[in-house]
């Protein structure tokens, strides 16, 4: 928080981030002005609706955006996929998707059959604006009421949490703890290593993912100013305060305050921080009046705020009172079994980005190369880097000579020596699969050549655990 840091961090200013969590609805229909009116209506009720006129650009839909609910039509034109054989690709494939079926008229046993197979509501036509929005909103309780309780569903898998290691899992697991409680959280982790990331998901994993997720670097803001930005002012609290305005503390009230790099905050700012955590109650500058605020903490810092204590430069009681849970992200040179599966993500990410037809692959011996790289970045590191090579490779073979010079002398070494097992072999090729198909089992049953029973099995039996950007 002093002006220096500022100057090296141009970019990262102030980040605010206020997200309004807002429900995301697919309508499928053949029939374009039934499209258009529900869309209407479901946009004016508050929801982020997309439209689909078939089954095959509602799966791209799918496949490329958050969607919580869709409501389908289920008879289609002849010849194409209905809203039934929707239905049942859904339940195989995004388990948190909940499905509102239209029927032309109503009948009893394709309701029956459409309840038995997940549909979780089920509307006949004709049907009225009232209709469709207390079926939405039945909908949507549930889906609340599933983020609250849910014990089973894991936050990570809505935000593109990529891990197949045990140490993530370990991460894993203490996000859906955190997810669960309204402690205070710690996150630790070197640069790049997902720090931001698995704060939002313990916020969109908890009964609080409906209010905003508001981020605020301690680096960027100078300290003059970071109490009125935190606390807000009220109007002449200074020269330039002309009217009153709040702080982040209010904006991201009933939804969490993610206080990024809390290592580099002052030890006034210290103290203050400490007293609103314990009292839950805030001032804004230039009142005496003590608001009541509800807003969860989450700090990160990629300081050892620990060691910090001893040297006088981080207040001891401040940090037990954030490491209330304890996130420590390991660096990606710790876990390298999440580099292929990372590689896989970013490869399809990136390329669907530059609308290539198929992704690119790497050789073998570029993979291992990567696989051995120490990632002193970690995954924006690896990120960053296979965007580039997509961008500018346009062979469609990646090699060991496009990569950076410090990488190429990686292959066979430390890591390459040691013969793998066929259960070895076959789980990271699973694994490879189901992230190049974005955790898609029916696609990856396809591609492996074995039914989705058999991969169901596979998924279940082995180690490794896989979570994208999908609900
Ligand atoms: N496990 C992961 N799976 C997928 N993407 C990841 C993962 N970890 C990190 N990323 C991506 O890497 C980039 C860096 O992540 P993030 O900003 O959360 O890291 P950070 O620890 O906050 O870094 P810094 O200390 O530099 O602020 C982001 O683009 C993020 O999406
Ligand atoms: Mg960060």
Request: charged share 30%; glycine share 6%.
């Amino acid at each position: 928080m002093n002006t220096t840091d500022n100057e090296k961090k141009p970019d990262k200013q102030l980040k605010i981030m206020k997200q309004n969590n807002r429900l995301h609805i697919l309508v499928v229909d053949s029939n374009y002005d039934i499209l258009n009116f529900l869309k209407d209506k479901l946009t004016s009720a508050g929801y982020d609706t997309l439209t689909a006129q078939g089954v095959e650009s509602a799966l791209a839909v799918l496949d490329f955006k958050t969607v919580d609910i869709v409501i389908t039509a289920l008879k289609m034109p002849k010849g194409q996929a209905d809203g039934l054989d929707l239905l049942r690709y859904i339940k195989d494939n995004f388990t948190t998707v909940e499905v509102i079926m239209i029927t032309e008229y109503p009948e009893i046993d394709t309701a029956v059959q459409c309840i038995k197979e997940g549909a979780q509501e089920y509307i006949a036509k004709p049907f009225r604006e009232t209709d469709i929005l207390h079926a939405v909103d039945g909908v949507k309780q549930k889906i609340v009421r599933r983020r609250i309780a849910s014990p089973k569903e894991k936050p990570v898998q809505f935000l593109g949490i990529i891990g197949v290691s045990p140490k993530m899992e370990e991460v894993f697991e203490r996000i859906d703890r955190a997810a669960q409680t309204n402690a205070n959280v710690l996150i630790s982790g070197e640069s790049g290593t997902g720090k931001e990331l698995v704060a939002r998901a313990i916020h969109y994993g908890s009964y609080r993912a409906e209010s905003p997720f508001v981020s605020v670097n301690c680096t960027a803001i100078p300290d003059s100013l970071l109490e009125s930005e935190l606390f807000g002012h009220v109007k002449g609290a200074f020269t330039d305060a002309k009217r009153s305005r709040q702080g982040f503390f209010q904006i991201a009230e009933k939804g969490t305050l993610f206080l990024d790099e809390i290592g580099d905050a002052s030890l006034g700012m210290q103290a203050k921080l400490l007293r609103v955590i314990q009292n839950k109650e805030i001032n804004m500058v230039g009142s005496s009046q003590m608001l009541k605020i509800d807003t969860r903490i989450i700090a990160a810092s990629h300081k050892d705020l620990k060691s910090m204590i001893p040297k006088g430069l981080f207040r001891e009681d401040l940090y037990y009172r954030l490491d209330v849970i304890n996130i420590a992200i390991p660096p990606l040179r710790e876990r390298r079994e999440d580099i292929l599966p990372l590689v896989s993500f970013y490869l399809k990410k990136f390329s669907e980005e530059m609308e290539l037809e198929k992704p690119p692959t790497f050789t073998d011996n570029a993979l291992q190369a990567l696989k051995n790289n120490d990632w002193q970045g970690n995954v924006r590191e690896l990120e960053n880097l296979i965007q580039r090579l997509v961008v500018i490779v346009e062979a469609e073979q990646i090699g060991v000579s496009d990569l950076p010079q410090s990488m190429r002398f990686n292959v066979n070494s430390k890591n390459s020596s040691q013969f793998k097992t066929l259960k070895e072999v076959e789980e990271e090729h699973l694994s490879l699969v189901l992230a190049g198909v974005g955790g898609n089992k029916t696609k990856a049953a396809q591609i492996l050549g074995i039914d989705r029973k058999t991969l169901r099995q596979k998924i279940a039996s082995s180690k490794f655990h896989i979570s994208l950007d999908k609900k």
